[in-house]
């Protein structure tokens, strides 16, 4: 797992360190020590704790302008134990809906696990972002993962998306093609 860094090419049009507005604004990462763990296995250092014990993320792209983040995570995503989404909600999207941001592009490819709760904090999450024209997609859950999601109901709330060229598009080209996405779903 140490060998899986978050998508890097992007860096050069947006780094959340450098974003005043970002909850992870100032942070520094060593490319040499390597201190975070999943279940005893060490991450790339690059991935941020955002307070979950056992799922990782990295917000990749902000436009704050066209209101959409993207966000890679990593490990596994345990609402029964963990409250992952509690602590993902409160954290992090909480302080970036407070900026502006409606539409929500996670990557969720090393998701290894998901263990589901409650829907509850999914369903605050689409009420805090629907009425603004908001949406979730979650992107390239590996089959084991997509199809707890899926048992669990939270599909109400989160658009399940197989997408796997979205390394060849720009983030505003991403954006935009998944935005016609939901767009087009919403029409049908």
């Not at 409250?83 to 409160?90: A, G, T, Y």
């Not at 598009?169 to 029409?187: E, R, S």
């Amino acid at each position: 797992m140490h060998e899986i860094e978050p998508y890097y090419n992007w860096r050069h049009l947006y780094s959340p360190e450098e974003d005043a507005q970002s909850p992870f604004f100032g942070k520094s990462h060593s490319e040499f020590e390597f201190t975070q763990t999943i279940y005893n296995y060490y991450i790339h250092p690059q991935w941020d704790d955002y307070g979950s014990q056992t799922l990782y993320i990295k917000v990749l792209f902000c436009d704050y302008d066209e209101a959409f983040v993207i966000i890679e995570t990593i490990g596994e995503w345990n609402d029964a134990i963990e409250n992952d989404i509690m602590v993902l909600k409160r954290e992090i999207i909480d302080q970036m809906i407070s900026k502006g941001i409606t539409k929500f592009i996670l990557i969720g490819e090393n998701v290894l696990n998901f263990h589901s709760s409650d829907d509850c904090y999914y369903e605050e999450w689409y009420d805090d972002i629907q009425d603004d024209g908001g949406w979730v997609i979650l992107l390239n859950l590996p089959r084991q993962s997509g199809s707890e999601f899926l048992k669990a109901g939270i599909q109400r709330y989160i658009n399940l998306v197989d997408f796997p060229s979205w390394r060849t598009y720009t983030p505003a080209n991403l954006f935009i093609k998944l935005d016609n996405m939901v767009l087009k779903k919403l029409n049908n």
